[in-house]
């Protein structure tokens, strides 16, 4: 029997420690997984460096880390489809099942969630950025044997981008610009071009990732950080069918209701600073604009894991450094450094 794990542990701002924790008994109803792999969410960064992500608040130590795939190594309930040895990528939301947003489908919002690696309840729902951690039967995705660690722990991300996508409707022959080109932005445009949008747009203020969402399929790209000028001119052009906000700023969410056609959508992917921002709703207003919000993902999980497993989507495009999980606080510091990378993954060491 596993009785003892390390576990990445946020204890406050950039004080991240790799620390080892007693392991109970399992739990009825539960399965135990090896850890095999993790990314480094936009989210894990907001709590390694500010132990907070919008209104959500570190106030005791939490390990992180929500995108993570391992081995089945115990099983202690009904779990029909899963046995000792499986390969899964672990669905980090824990829904209730019960209450009026799941019984209407909307299992993302629901009133009683608990999700990995998250400040949101308290006490806080502890990460997967461990070398073992529990989880549901309900939460394991089984996986091929010859599927990475690395690739089916991308299944989170994806599956953010995919519940985006259905927000915004059907997006097919649609112009599209994206907010940001970070993991979920690049995610959200390879799964904008499999849902066959018209042409794609990719803005940030970066230019190490506007040149990797170049290589890999955007129609243009904007850097934001030399002027607004090409983007007012697209605008101009009513060019713009949808705009994703993903870039989690005051300023994303100000372009993209300003460049979108008038009767065109917005998404709002990107988590906002906590507090109130300003918002032109006047333009929302007088333009007819849908401002959509979305929020982690319900079913698109499963759609992730498909697409993965298929070969329809290759989440492997945009990892660009691997480190072991015992390295977690350097892994962090370079997955912070936009300059140096898309998405840092963390393996089992």
Request: hydrophobic residues 45%; glycine residues 10%; charged residues 20%.
């Amino acid at each position: 029997m596993i009785d003892s794990a390390v576990a990445a542990t946020l204890f406050g701002p950039e004080d991240l420690r790799v620390v080892e924790h007693r392991l109970g008994p399992l739990a009825p109803g539960m399965v135990r997984v090896r850890f095999g792999a993790g990314g480094i969410c936009g989210s894990d960064l907001h709590y390694f460096r500010h132990a907070r992500t919008g209104d959500f608040v570190v106030t005791s130590p939490l390990v992180l880390g929500h995108e993570v795939a391992g081995e089945i190594v115990e099983i202690r309930a009904d779990a029909p489809g899963l046995a000792v040895g499986d390969r899964v990528a672990v669905n980090p939301s824990r829904w209730c099942g019960q209450c009026a947003r799941c019984a209407e489908g909307r299992a993302n919002l629901c009133e009683n969630i608990y999700f990995m690696g998250s400040a949101s309840k308290t006490p806080h729902m502890q990460g997967g950025f461990a070398s073992v951690f529990d989880a549901t039967p309900a939460q394991c995705v089984k996986v091929p044997h010859d599927i990475a660690y690395q690739a089916a722990a991308l299944a989170e991300p994806l599956a953010v981008s995919l519940h985006a996508l259905a927000r915004a409707g059907d997006i097919a022959g649609r112009n599209v610009i994206l907010f940001g080109a970070g993991p979920i932005g690049l995610l959200t445009m390879l799964a904008a071009r499999l849902k066959e949008c018209g042409e794609l747009t990719v803005a940030d203020i970066a230019e190490a990732p506007l040149a990797f969402a170049s290589k890999l399929g955007a129609n243009r790209t904007i850097d934001l950080f030399g002027g607004d000028d090409e983007l007012k001119a697209l605008a101009a052009d009513k060019a713009i069918d949808v705009a994703f906000e993903i870039s989690g700023t005051a300023a994303g969410l100000a372009a993209a209701i300003a460049s979108v056609r008038r009767g065109g959508t917005v998404v709002q992917v990107g988590n906002l600073p906590g507090g109130q921002i300003p918002v032109a709703a006047n333009a929302v207003m007088a333009k007819e604009i849908d401002l959509k919000g979305t929020f982690r993902f319900g079913t698109e999980f499963n759609q992730a894991v498909d697409l993965i497993v298929g070969g329809d989507i290759d989440v492997l495009k945009l990892v660009t450094a691997e480190r072991p999980l015992s390295s977690a606080h350097d892994a962090f510091r370079l997955a912070a450094d936009r300059s140096q990378s898309v998405k840092v993954v963390l393996t089992a060491d």
